[in-house]
């Protein structure tokens, strides 16, 4: 069916005719690209005229009020299958050439298929967040030594498991922490029963530190000296405790995650069977 549309202005008479039927395997087409029905009328009306056209005279054309048409124009705008232009003070619009509609197409399905690869490679995140029926991992990061200690608090306050996997560079603790608060960290970890095994460089720091165990009730175990560091890992309940005891800057990070927790106690496990 053949509409005939015809537009005066002050100096002209326009007259156009369009078909308002799309040809049917292109609108087949653009509903599959996900246009709407309104917007496959207002490309209908810009292909079949082939020129630039008001605002006014594509409403009237599609059956749609101006304000509809105006937003449905900006979208075609968006999606690159329209462009417009102003002349004589008002925005007068235009569809992609018909020759440009395949190339359009193809790189619609492009984006698509990465699209397609980007969800494929979610799907295990997503399965692994349903299946935990959690969220992300919990990450909290602490600076300076105030914040450190503060870090330190929460292994004794958030530990119902009363247990601490630690991994700690024990040179570093004796140098660059304050004697006073170790002495209080270690006095109230063994008050609230939480034991600990450490993991601790076979160095002076760490024989020193070996020599308290019974008091603190602790384990040390030795790794080899040669691998020594400024630091600690903490490894308790459902959570991985990582400290730096830079003498300028300390810090710490704390992760909650269960799967996590629960690898880096795996790997914990393993290092204290073979340590001395």
Known sequence: MYCLTVKVSRYKLS??????????????????????????AVL???????????????????????????????????KG?????????AFRYQSIAPE???????????????????????IPQIKLLRSKGRSVPKVQFFEGVEGVRQA??????NNPEKFLRGITGMDAVYSNLDETWLEYFLKKRTRLGIRCVDLAPETEGGKRSKADDERFIRTTKFLPPQYNFEGD???????????????????????????IAYMMKQFFDFASSVAK
Do not use: C, W
């Open 100 to 122: 440009s509609l395949p190339a359009y197409v193809e790189r619609q399905r492009e984006i698509l298929e990465e699209s397609k690869k980007e969800i494929a490679e979610l």
């Open 152 to 157: 330190y608090e929460d292994i004794l306050e």
């Open 44 to 78: 209908s009306v810009l292909l079949e005229n082939g020129g630039s056209m008001l605002v006014t005279s594509i409403g009237k054309a599609a059956k749609l009020n101006r304000t509809t048409t105006y937003d449905i124009l900006r979208e075609l705008v968006a």
């Open 81 to 89: 299958l329209a462009s417009q232009v102003k002349k004589d003070g």
């Open 15 to 40: 007259v156009y005719f369009h078909n308002s039927n799309m040809f049917p395997p292109l609108k087949k087409t653009f509903e599959n690209l996900g246009l709407s029905e309104k917007q496959i």
């Open 233 to 259: 890992i903490s490894i308790y309940s459902n959570k991985v405790a990582i400290f730096s005891y830079d003498r300028e800057n300390p810090v710490g990070i704390i992760i909650e995650d269960d799967a």
